[in-house]
Each structure stands twice: as C-alpha cells, then as structure tokens.
C-alpha cells in the first residue's frame, strides 16, 4: 500500500513538471453544456462574462467567434487541460464565478440575462444593470426553488450548471407556475375528466384540471420565449396530465407537450414563421412541432 501510494505521488509530480495536460473527458458531478466555434446565444454571453472576469481579452457579443476559441484556449493552457477552444464541462468547472447580493460585476450581467432572457424574469429584474441587489436575489432564489436547489440566492457552481444546462430537469406544479408568473402565460382547467374522479395537482397527475407537475424546464422555458416573441397572451389548456397521450416518449407526461388555446396572433405567428412540417404542423428553427388540433395548439419541446 506505502509503495502503491508513492507511486502515484510520483505520477503526480511527473505530470506537474512535465506539463502534461489533463484529460477533458475526466468525469464531472454536474451538468454543462459544450460549447465550440460557431455556438451562440446566452450561454456564450455567460461565458465570455466569466472569461472577461478573470482578465482575459474576449468579445462580448454572444458569438463563439475567434476571440473566443483564443480565450479560451488561453485559459485551458492556463488550467492544465487541452487546449482546444472547446468549452466543455472541463472548462466550465474550472471557470465558475459565484456571485451574490452586493456584488456588481459583468458575471452579474450574465446571471441577470440568463435568468431574464432563458427562464423568463423579466417582471422580477426589470433591468440588466449588473447589480446583485434584492430583485436579482429574488429571481435567484426562485429559479433555485423551480430546480430543487437550495435556495440561498448565491449563483454558485450547481446554479451555474442548472442555468446553463439544467432546462431538461423537470419541476413541481408550484415551480412552473411560479416562472409564469407575469409573463403573459395563463393555465386554465382542461377539459378532460380524470379516472376515478380524482383532482388535485400531485406527483402521480392523474387530474381533473390542467397540471405541470413534471413538467420539462426547458418546455416553460420555450413557451416564455415564444410568447416574447409574439408578443401576445397565451392560455395553456394541457399540461403533463397523465391520462393525456401517456404512452409518447415525447409527451404530455413525459413533460415535453403543452396544449395552448386559439388566438389569432399564435395562430398567424405560427403558419407564417415556421416551417411545414406534415398536414397541419409546423416546426420552428429548432425543430419544436406545433400541431393545429383543431381546437388548440398541441407543442412538442424537444430541443
């Protein structure tokens, strides 16, 4: 055992003087996305804040452009790892900022986007002004609250990781309806009548009104980011109930479907934005289906 422990002590000073870079397939405890030349979108926002943050030279532009492929091999080099301008969980890890109340600084900024832009709070923090104050705390701690965090309000690795990351994780009832609050996003009873006679909203679903329970993070997410982009209310007449299409993989109560009601500002968004996608279905440019049933849409979040 002494001589099984010199020997790694020895490996470990080998790779320490001799530089060799660590493996980035090493196994991680939590969630990141990957990142490369060509990505865009709030989670390069995120990143470049925190690359910025601790004083590398990147643009901030939400575009993994040359800078960024530089920065962050620089800071891969810098860290040990291959450098190949990749962020993947290897880098992320290694790049966490935690950031609370009272702190004022460009990782702020990307806490108050991400959580403006990707999950909807932007009744909560009205302005990105790089300000942890309480309006920025509030939102933390009900984004933390909707994925079963601890909810402390410090954006540390495991925030980071369910911000950036965490939209397949699927919330309670409360937690969804908690991040519609004054978006423009209604929930209204269903139509259909539960076996049994049962009601209420719990974890086995089996209601007599429309539940969340369940639901996919990231469907909530995309639903908020259509309605901004419509820029009309939304009434949501289905939900993860589980006598609704319970044997698709991707739906209802698997949390990736949600039914919306008619309106003519959805309706005319729809079949004049997306692409068709079959008789009566239309996909947007992520290839989320929106299936005209007649009497409502029927939305498949898969990506």
């Known amino acids: ?49 925190k690359l910025r943050h601790r004083g590398y030279t990147v643009n901030y532009n939400g575009s993994y452009d040359s800078s960024t492929v530089a920065a962050v091999q620089a800071f891969e080099r810098a860290n040990g790892l291959t450098a190949d301008g990749v962020a993947d969980p ?9 950031v609370r109340q009272g702190d004022n600084n460009i990782v702020v900024e990307a806490l108050q986007r991400q959580l403006r832009n990707r999950y909807g709070y932007t009744k909560t923090i009205a302005t990105v002004d790089r300000i942890f104050g309480s309006a920025t705390n509030n939102a933390t701690v009900s984004f933390q609250k909707s994925v079963y965090l601890g909810a402390d309000g410090i954006a540390g690795p495991d ?36 076996p049994n006679g049962a009601s209420g909203v719990g974890s086995d ?16 997410t995309r639903l908020i980011e259509f309605r901004n982009t419509i820029g009309c209310n939304i009434v949501i007449t289905g939900g993860t109930e589980t006598w609704i299409h319970s044997t698709y993989v991707q739906g209802h109560h698997t949390g990736y479907k949600i039914d919306i009601g008619l309106g003519t500002c959805a ?15 239309w996909s947007d440019s992520r290839g989320n289906i929106y299936f005209y049933e007649g009497d409502h849409w029927d939305i498949t979040y898969s990506a």
């Open 205 to 220: 679903r089996w209601l007599n009104k429309t539940s969340l329970e369940q639901v996919r993070n990231l469907s909530i």
């Open 90 to 98: 290897a880098v992320w890890e290694r790049l966490v900022v935690t």
């Open 1 to 49: 055992m002494k001589f099984q422990r010199l020997q790694w002590i020895g490996l470990a000073l080998m790779v320490a003087l001799t530089g060799i870079a660590t493996p980035k397939t090493q196994a991680q405890t939590r969630s990141w996305p990957t990142l490369s030349s060509g990505s865009s979108g709030e989670n390069v926002v995120t990143l470049q804040a």
């Open 267 to 281: 309706d005319s968004y729809i079949r004049n934005n997306y692409s068709p996608a079959g008789t009566n279905k």
């Open 159 to 194: 925030t980071w990781s369910r911000l950036t990351s965490g939209d397949s994780a699927r919330i309670s009832h409360s937690a969804a309806v908690s991040r519609l609050s004054g978006t423009g996003i209604s929930v209204t009873s269903s139509a259909g009548t539960a």
